[in-house]
């Protein structure tokens, strides 16, 4: 069983687990003293822990010395719009499972669900919820970041160096990443990328296709993902 702590709670000894972490334990997995845990900070430190007792408040614990598990290369950053409904929470969940470290949610012209100011703050730490959630399920002790651009513009100018590409249902050229340590995976919605967001990023994204078939907007940089960690066996 894995559960989710802050930094100051991941130390060896007596440490008490309550909140959402304590009713996982307690209630949806119904734990008794004795069974092991896996604690993780979600920043790639972890540690192994006994539960020594169960109360209605907490999860009492007895935890080992935490220890860091560094991430292999590449980091993985995908620039996802904006999808409708479940869709968009199915597409964060595999790509948690994928490899993607960062997601980077912005408005897109031709997306179906728009959201408005008042709402993205709640909207993107419901998508950082998804994330911690799908890592639990799938082993990571890390847990990718989820933050919002205004604009398409401004998620390229926060760029670091390294490899830019845009997947392109229309080009046959390949994804190739077994070189590179930073990697940027750019897609476009259900409506496809606009004609001005295609060509702010032909400056500097490499266009990719991902075979003959064209696949939804969730699945493409699912895809990308598995390719580029299968690429760097990472």
């Known amino acids: 069983m894995r559960v989710f702590v802050t930094p100051a709670q991941l130390v060896a000894g007596p440490v008490v687990i309550r909140g959402e972490e304590h009713h996982y334990l307690a209630r949806v997995r119904r734990?008794?003293?004795?069974?092991?845990?896996?604690?993780?900070?979600?920043?790639?430190?972890?540690?192994?822990?006994?539960?020594?007792?169960?109360?209605?408040?907490?999860?009492?614990?007895?935890?080992?010395?935490?220890?860091?598990?560094?991430?292999?290369?590449?980091?993985?950053?995908?620039?996802?719009?904006?999808?409708?409904?479940?869709?968009?929470?199915?597409?964060?969940?595999?790509l948690v499972e994928a490899g993607a470290d960062e997601i980077v949610v912005w408005p897109a012209a031709r997306s179906v669900v728009k959201l408005d100011a008042g709402r993205r703050e709640a909207r993107i730490a419901k998508y950082q919820a998804a994330l911690q959630a799908a890592a639990r399920q799938c082993g990571r002790p890390q847990v990718p970041t989820a933050s919002w651009a205004d604009s398409l513009g401004a998620a390229v100018a926060a760029l670091p160096p390294g490899l830019r590409i845009v997947l392109d249902p229309g080009v046959d050229a390949p994804l190739e990443a077994a070189a590179a340590t930073d990697v940027t995976i750019a897609s476009g919605p259900e409506g496809g990328l606009a004609p001005d967001e295609r060509e702010l990023l032909a400056a500097t994204f490499t266009a990719v296709g991902l075979g003959p078939r064209v696949v939804r907007a969730e699945t493409a940089p699912v895809i990308a993902t598995a390719l580029i960690r299968a690429q760097t066996r990472s």
């Open 31 to 94: 734990s008794r003293a004795g069974d092991p845990v896996e604690l993780v900070d979600g920043a790639g430190r972890r540690a192994a822990a006994v539960i020594t007792r169960i109360t209605d408040d907490g999860t009492e614990l007895a935890v080992e010395p935490p220890e860091l598990v560094v991430a292999a290369p590449p980091r993985v950053r995908v620039l996802l719009p904006l999808i409708k409904g479940d869709r968009m929470e199915l597409g964060l969940e595999k």
